[in-house]
């Protein structure tokens, strides 16, 4: 069948965007709808996959190349703020160069940055290459979304959506199984090394499949201003955020970033306006729903992010799991997002998105709340039916939201809209580890002197209960070698009951937040610009 795109302007009085510039309906094997869905799947699973799969191998890495906790973070922080920072921008050239180019590009990029991860020996290397990760994956998640936009007829494209959803979400809650398997039975390297095949088999297929689609009035220049600006004003956040642990929520310094992230805010919206080709037109903000779509986004990957880094550390040292025992109990959350997303694309289909939105974050609520109840001794069936609850609540978020974003933009602008998705999902995901992290350092330390004490330990000199902090923050025991056995059941009974102090906290915080999402869900509603690029046959 055929789709010819019509799609509305988001002002009042713009003319309607004409349709892309290749309508003719594809029947052979480049540009069919389907295959070009499994081939953008292949390139964006990496990039979900490594935003998780991560986090198991964190312990491992730690452990290897001597880091710390801060330098843990950067490797999640890192990756995340990279593509936060330039998936908007990375959408723009997809946008203006073509969506199938920039695929290919990141892609390839990706793959090479995985492998440089994987022989390096420093820490410094390995957060140096997650960045560049970072990099390429922004420029193959906006281009992704904007093929399947141009490539699907309208009545299919929701389909499509929820079926790339369930990539991304089975992607990101199979990481730590995958990444248990792999760091259990090779090495922490094979994380990464994983991913140069996939980049290649992902790359032959987009060379072979990928149609390029622009619409006539795609953009024909870039706003470098608007570029630096947003850019430098996400990082200074997301900066102040992570360091403010260290510097103290107090310090000046920690506002200065604040203040200087909030005027670079202020200036990009007032240059957007000013501007001929802005980076993001401010115009696609007057559509509540999609607002409200990015909104969501954030605060869902918060809780989600946020609460799963900690998830790891309690599994494997507070309870002493194996990586690949770590990651089969984080399996209920893994299937139930594999099942759930094309069921919620189902629903979202007959309903329309706000009640499975709203529904779904209610969920999450409940299953962060349920995570906050978590102790040392909790069976493993307890923990399942949290996570399972936890996979249950996010998928129609992950399918929803998408939908809610990419169809209130109209078709020139779908590579920003792909953009704005993805860079809310990885802002989120910043976020939430650096705050949750925060939260969790500030209990620690409140705590720990305490319990401390109150075990009848030895006492420790400032310096000492700092390294006890650091340690603690990640669920280890500091214990030193030769210590007697009573001593040391002590030191792990106090380290492990403030970790699980922390990170109950943590985890209600995630909730709350959740909490917030669930009004925000109420405010989305279908894409007034659903109209795919322009259908195919067979179908």
Known sequence: MTSQTTISATGPGDKAPAAPSDPTPSTGLRGHPWFTLITVAVGVMMVALDGTIVAIANPAIQKDLGASFADVQWITNGYFLALAVSLITAGKLGDRFGHRQTFLIGVSGFALASGAIGLSHSIAFVVTFRVLQGLFGALLMPAALGLLRATFPAEKLNM???????????????GPILGGV????????SVFFINVPVGAIALVLGVLILRDHRAENAPRSFDILGIVLLSGAMFCLVWALIKAPTWGWGSGTTWAFLAVSVLGFALFAFWEQKVAEPLIPLGLFRSVPLSAGVVLMVLMAIAFMGGLFFVTFYLQN????SPIDAGLHLLPLTGMMIVGSPLAGAAITKLGPRIPLAGGMAATAIAMYGMSTLTSDTGSAVMSIWFALLGFGLAPVMVGATEVIVGNAPME????????QQAAMQIGGSLGTAVL???????????????????????????QLDATAEAVQVGVAPIAPNTPETIAAKITQVAHDTFISGMSLACLVAAGVAVVAVFVALLTKRGENAEAGVGAAHI
């Open 413 to 420: 602008l779908s590579g920003v809209a792909g953009g704005l």
């Open 437 to 463: 992290g925060a939260v969790m350092a500030s209990r620690v330390d409140n705590d720990l002197a305490g319990n401390w004490a109150d075990a009848g330990l030895p006492k420790l000199t400032q310096p």
């Open 182 to 189: 792999l760091v259990e039975h090779v090495n922490w390297q």
């Open 318 to 321: 507070v309870h002493g799991m």
């Open 160 to 174: 499509a959506i929820g079926l790339w959803g369930m990539v991304i979400g089975a992607s990101t809650a199979g």
